[in-house]
């Protein structure tokens, strides 16, 4: 077992969960580190292949290169997936799945693993007035069962974004 799954649970689930030693396996690859996106501008991170492959729709697979892709965060932005090189981006629309920076419907997953998505959220607050997620989520990922490098679009541990939304939520649920 790794660094990282010996973590307690309740470190993990407040998003200790160093993955840069643990499940993030960043591919060692000459690119710089970060790349602006040929949209919005937004300088961006190296996401792995694996990600792409695993989530871009099939029809869109073709379009793959073999060159480093970055990830785009910017909301705005409906660039998902680009290279700094000149080959095709992929937008919103070629990706099989909802990106949620990208993306404000309820039905769209914060944690893709485990598919919590906002209305899930938002429906256990509702009526417990609190969020299992991330406790959940943490003892998946400590049993090992977590797949983020190639289910969340973003290539990385969704735990940053679910215990912010958890927060947004509980405060907008109590407003
Ligand atoms: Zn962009």
Same mark, same amino acid.
Not at 40 to 52: A, E, F, P, V, Y
Not at 78 to 84: E, M, R
Not at 142 to 170: H, M, Q, S
């Given at each position: ?18 993955? *840069? ?60 997936? =680009? ?5 095709? =981006? @992929? ?8 990106? @949620? ?12 693993? =485990? ?20 406790? *959940? ?27 912010? =939304? ?10």
């Amino acid at each position: 077992m790794n660094a990282c799954c010996a973590q307690p649970l309740d470190a993990i689930a407040a998003g200790q969960h160093h993955e *840069e030693s643990c499940c993030l396996v960043t591919e060692k690859t000459p690119a710089p580190a970060k790349a602006a996106c040929p949209a919005s501008g937004t300088l961006s991170r190296k996401i792995q292949r694996r990600t792409l492959e695993h989530l871009l729709k099939p029809e869109k697979l073709g379009s793959l290169r073999r060159v480093q892709y970055y990830y785009c965060k910017e909301p705005t932005c409906n660039v998902v997936y =680009f290279s700094n090189e000149n080959v095709p =981006f @992929f937008t919103t629309d070629d990706v099989a799945v909802k990106v @949620f920076v990208k993306d404000q419907g309820d039905d769209v997953p914060v944690c893709y693993c =485990f598919n919590w998505t906002r209305a899930r959220i938002k429906q256990e607050i509702r009526e417990t007035k609190k969020s299992t997620a991330a406790m *959940e989520i943490a003892r998946e990922i400590k049993a090992g069962n977590c797949a983020c490098d190639i289910k969340n679009p973003k290539g990385e541990c969704c735990l940053g974004e679910v215990n912010t =939304f958890v927060k947004d939520a509980a405060s907008a649920a109590t407003a």
